[in-house]
């Protein structure tokens, strides 16, 4: 049995939803350092101007940055099927690498809100005096 040719539209439109996918994965790890980044500036400032506009800059317009590259790279030098295989890993890099990167930012933005709330605990404590609460 031969394997049926698939037409050209229904190629266009596999990558297109590969294309969507990666972007959807990038602001879902944006987001969510987005959302770190914001509890640490609340926690470490008492008072201040909060904007949110560089927060939605980095939850939705970040993984255009790396998402439109990935495409160039996957039509320049691995365009082939719906882009379901990553056999060159450079290419893959382009996606991984901004993730990656992500993830350890919010690590490290994670290690500075905990420590910040244990300072503001042992603070309340201490300024109570009251033995019970410790």
Do not use: M
């Amino acid at each position: 049995h031969a394997v049926p040719a698939v037409s050209p539209q229904a190629v266009a439109g596999c990558r297109v939803a590969q294309a969507l996918t990666q972007y959807f994965v990038g602001a879902n790890y944006g987001w969510l350092l987005a959302e770190g980044l914001f509890l640490q500036r609340l926690l470490g400032t008492v008072t201040g101007h909060r904007r949110l506009s560089p927060f939605l800059l980095l939850g939705w317009g970040a993984p255009v940055l790396f998402v439109v590259p990935w495409v160039v790279a996957r039509v320049l030098y691995e365009n082939e099927g719906c882009w379901e295989r990553n056999e060159k890993a450079a290419v893959w890099w382009i996606i991984r690498c901004p993730i990656l990167v992500a993830v350890a930012v919010n690590f490290v933005v994670f290690v500075w809100i905990v420590r910040i709330l244990v300072a503001k605990v042992r603070a309340h404590q201490v300024s109570r005096g009251d033995t019970r609460v410790r």
